[in-house]
């Protein structure tokens, strides 16, 4: 299809840029969440080594948390993490659609646990977020290891590459379209890293 003027110049600024990172180095495949379009609403795009870095799925609306980014988060503080991490994990209440991660369908146990940051299954109540009562959001989903395992217990933890479900912000995860989140889910790899930072020109610091 026809591609402007100005999508060339934003793929040779955002190629350029991704170059010259450290991150670079380590992954073939980067999302990148930046922004903002206005409050609550941000960008998302991914970008995959070939020849040069390309962005392979094109740059679209995503929403994160309510009060923004926040580089030192607390939990409940509705802010969405700053920082470079991965994906480890993935989750839905469909069938795998072909994600590459271990993958778990939702139930009527299905929890994220607040005490090591991990999925879990309780036919009890337990501390963390019962994720079938989001089952919009979570039609499907990538867990990003920000404050992986709870180590740091205040930071709080259950952070997603999510489905959008219709409010204009989230808790501090970042959701996107649901037909883009479903190619999101077969084209991530285990290798691949996630940005999420305020602005583009930031990842250089990465």
Known sequence: GYISL??????????????????????????IVNGPLQKGQYKVSLWTKK?????????????IGKNGMKRQRHRGDYTTPIGCFRFTYA?????????????????KRSYWYYG??????????????YLAKSRQAYEYAL???????????????A??????????????????DRKLMKRYMKTIQPAARIIITPHMQDIKNY
Request: with cysteine; proline share 3%; net charge positive.
């Open 159 to 176: 952070i997603f590459l999510h489905c959008y479900s219709g409010h204009q912000y989230t808790a501090g995860c970042v959701a996107i």
């Open 116 to 129: 090591n940051n991990t999925y879990k299954e309780s036919d009890h109540v337990i501390p963390g977020e």
């Open 91 to 107: 989750f839905g209440t469909h069938n795998n659609p072909g994600t590459p991660f271990t993958y778990k369908k939702l139930n």
């Open 51 to 63: 020849a040069t870095w390309q962005e392979s799925l094109r740059t679209t609306k995503a929403y």
């Open 6 to 31: 100005k999508d060339c110049q934003l793929q040779r600024s955002g190629s350029s840029l991704i170059e010259g990172t450290k991150v670079a180095r380590k992954t073939r495949q980067l999302v």
């Open 143 to 157: 867990f990003i290891n920000f404050n992986e395992y709870a180590k740091v217990k205040q930071a709080g933890g």
